[in-house]
């Protein structure tokens, strides 16, 4: 007790000498003093009392790495992949990603599968399917749309540039929508569609019953949803009718767009930097993550002389579905003749909250 109450008295002195030698100032959380320094005062006060701070010092510094080294540690909330336990699945390329599907447009020859037919949340890959019905809806894109307090996520907490009262035109909500993947212009999109947002997200549906897309179903336009769920199978599909609308082909492949919101002009930027890269060809695609999908990404591309379409799902880490991208493209062109042996058993997986 008598030391505490020593150590105490010891960095009670501490303080009161550093605000003496900075002449009374406070000092920011990163260090940085909102007044400039004065000369130190010559008191022997303050001189007497540094050597032991050094001391009391490094023993608070252990303390402080003790206490965070016993702190338990918070694992990330597990993928519905994860969970099915998809990501045991072995594949000849050993991509991150649990589920995958590489496709000739043209022949639709299956050069790569990997649990293509898991049913599994796909996030803002969504808003492909968003814009598809968007743009068949052939409502004005010069059309003024407010965002509002219902366009703000509620689910997730994410956030976005796009304060209420923001003013954009539909061509520019969209243009965000699948660039950026800007969950509040996709949200505002699908209020404005003919109808509402329920009116939306039945065309959604619809469209991808159409489509032939049977292990797929909307709950939203944003993908904020982990209700919203598809296969890779079905979800090439739906980039090979993505790919037919030049409107979807031009937005979704923008490198980066600006906005007038108010006096100030916003710049955005694509979500998919492979989009910058000389070494892709890339005609339409799509980003997406939420926890339980992991990190997805969607393309049609060029590769090796051919027209393809390709589908990640459920990646592991922050940058790994453009590694398995890249991983792919590089197989491909290396092996040309190789495509469609790099097949592993596929799994058909329902998480129950698919419905």
Not at 140 to 163: A, M, N, Y
Not at 290 to 309: P, S, T, W
């Amino acid at each position: 007790m008598r030391l505490m109450n020593k150590i105490q008295q010891i960095l009670m002195a501490i303080a009161a000498g550093a605000l003496l030698s900075i002449g009374g100032t406070a000092v920011a959380a990163d260090g940085a003093e909102s007044a400039t320094p004065s000369k130190p005062a010559k008191s022997t006060k303050t001189v007497r009392h540094r050597a032991p701070a050094r001391s009391t010092h490094a023993a608070v510094r252990r303390t402080a790495k003790a206490a965070h080294a016993a702190a338990p540690v918070v694992p990330a909330k597990a993928s519905f992949g994860q969970m099915a336990g998809l990501h045991t699945t072995e594949d000849p390329l050993a991509l991150r990603s649990s589920a995958a599907l590489v496709v000739d447009q043209d022949t639709k020859e299956v050069l790569f599968s990997k649990n293509s037919q898991a049913v599994l949340p796909i996030a803002s890959i969504t808003k492909l399917m968003t814009g598809l019905v968007v743009t068949e809806a052939n409502q004005s894109l010069d059309e003024v749309l407010t965002i509002s307090q219902e366009d703000i996520d509620t689910e997730k907490g994410s956030r976005s540039r796009l304060t209420p009262g923001t003013k954009l035109t539909r061509g520019e909500m969209l243009h965000l929508a699948l660039m950026s993947s800007e969950n509040r212009a996709a949200n505002a999109l699908g209020r404005n569609y003919p109808g509402g947002l329920k009116a939306a997200v039945a065309a959604m549906n619809t469209k991808a019953h159409g489509l032939g897309m049977n292990d797929t179903h909307y709950v939203e336009p944003t993908g904020l949803s982990s209700d919203n769920q598809s296969s890779a199978r079905d979800l090439a599909v739906l980039v090979n009718a993505a790919h037919q609308v030049p409107l979807l082909r031009e937005y979704s492949t923008s490198p980066e767009y600006q906005v007038a919101v108010g006096r100030r002009q916003l710049a955005f930027h694509t979500t998919n930097r492979l989009v910058l890269s000389p070494s892709w060809d890339i005609g339409v695609q799509k980003t997406g993550f939420i926890n339980e999908a992991g990190q997805c990404l969607v393309m049609q591309a060029q590769l090796a002389g051919r027209k393809l379409i390709m589908v990640l799902l459920d990646s592991a880490g922050k940058y790994s579905r453009i590694a398995d991208a890249e991983r792919i493209r590089k197989w491909l062109i290396q092996n040309p003749q190789a495509a469609g042996s790099a097949r592993p058993t596929a799994q058909t997986v329902r998480h129950p909250a698919a419905g």
